[in-house]
């Protein structure tokens, strides 16, 4: 067994955890009383599924109850807007923000309707001295978090954007009072950029990564950590791509410490290939597309697992559930078939028109809604209805 690992007896339940139980974790069993929020990677579809979650519960007076909001890839663009603007909510006595759809949803639909993929791989490919994720941590720049830094967002709830370290293949955690990988070390309060904290967290490969983070090896400290790699050239320059590869939920840190959980789901699912490639690329992606779809579909059936048995505490819902399932007689009606097609939208970081933003934005508030009543809060109101109410969902 490697050394990090935490010894389990055979039979604990903790066998059953999405995730791994390593000596820098929270105490086996130190659970906090608190509320974690997951969000899934996605591209633009999460980000804007997610935005309809957030909408919901924001209106329920959910937003304050928050102790974490943890999140990869697309949902790291909802996170990262979510704590920049967090102290302009004013989120009042019954926790609910007026101006959640000024100071969160519109700016998230302006950039929803850029595409910043396409163009960034072509200009990272052409000018010399810049990279594809230099292209992508400027647009997020330009059109969402300007000159704002980890130390801009709040004390709590406290956020964390997930990258994947692709030199040690652990979690690289920025959270504004420290970055950190166990197996490398930490930089206390750092000074890293949003934009690009978003950038390396959404750097899916082979097209929008790698992030390349330089550091100051004097500045990266050991703490508690396993920290088998605390040296060079680890400590000086660290590579990361989207956190989706280690942790396409965005479980990890907030599965260790909290003991309710929401999670917000608007990963993919590998779909059938009639005629793999035959070449070694097109093989090479497909497995990786397989190994990958495998993972994330056992993290998702041990959360709702541990949710059904009463191990853990909270909701999941998900780009792809059916509405129907959760059994709600005032669910807000939404066709299954419409729903999938929402599910089947590419992602991208690429332009979409304001309709399909409208219909996504709508599935995500639906069915957390749904989620929530059922498993999380029953004395949660039912809404009036939805958001872009014309547009539905198909």
């Known amino acids: 067994m490697p050394p990090e690992h935490v010894p389990r007896d055979e039979t604990s339940p903790d066998l059953l955890s999405p995730v791994e139980a390593i000596r820098t974790g929270a105490r086996r069993g130190a659970l906090r009383d608190g509320v974690a929020l997951c969000l899934s990677g996605g591209g633009y579809r999460a980000m804007l599924f997610h935005v309809g979650a957030l909408w919901r519960l924001n209106e329920a007076g959910w937003l304050p109850r928050l102790d974490r909001v943890s999140s990869v890839s697309g949902g790291s663009i909802a996170a990262a807007m979510l704590g920049l603007t967090w102290s302009r ?12 759809e ?21 200009r990272g490919l052409i000018t010399p001295g810049t ?14 978090f300007g000159k704002a830094t980890l130390q801009d967002l709040p004390d709590r709830p406290r956020f964390v954007i997930n990258a994947t370290n692709m030199q040690s ?15 490398v070390g930490q930089v ?3 000074k890293v950029s949003l934009a690009l904290a978003v950038a390396a967290s959404s750097a899916f490969p082979p097209f929008l990564g790698p992030v390349r983070l330089t550091i100051d090896p004097r500045d990266l400290a050991p703490s508690d950590g396993f920290e088998d790699l605390h040296r060079e050239p680890f400590t000086s320059e660290v590579v990361l791509c989207d956190g989706g590869v280690y942790d396409n ?5 907030a599965w260790k410490r909290y003991r309710t959980i929401l999670v917000s789901d608007a990963g993919g699912r590998l779909g059938p290939e009639p005629d793999p490639h035959s070449e070694w690329a097109g093989q090479s992606r497909r497995v990786m597309d397989l190994v990958d779809n495998q993972v994330r579909c056992l993290r998702k059936r041990q959360v709702v697992s541990s949710l059904r048995r009463g191990k853990r505490k909270g909701a999941y819902w998900g780009i792809r559930s059916d509405i129907a399932h959760f059994r ?16 089947e939208v590419e992602t991208r970081l690429a332009a979409m028109p304001d309709l399909l933003q409208e219909r996504l934005i709508n599935w995500g508030y639906a069915v957390c809604d749904a989620a929530m009543r059922k498993h999380a809060d029953r004395k949660m109101a039912p809404p009036a209805g939805l958001p872009y109410q014309s547009a539905g969902v198909g």
Request: include cysteine; charged fraction near 25%; aromatic fraction near 6%.
């Open 89 to 100: 909510l004013e989120l009042g006595t019954a926790g609910r923000s007026a101006k959640f």
């Open 102 to 122: 000024e100071l969160m949803v519109a700016p998230l639909r302006r950039i929803a309707s850029v595409t910043i993929d396409l163009p960034a791989i072509a």
């Open 131 to 144: 990279s594809i994720s230099d292209r992508i941590e400027k647009s997020y720049r330009k059109h969402l």
């Open 169 to 183: 293949g652990a979690l690289w955690r920025f959270m504004k009072p420290y970055m950190r990988d166990y197996r």
């Open 188 to 190: 206390r309060s750092p």
């Open 249 to 253: 939920l965005g479980l990890e840190t």
């Open 328 to 343: 709600l007689d005032d669910a807000i009606g939404c066709p299954h078939a419409a729903t999938m097609q929402l599910a």
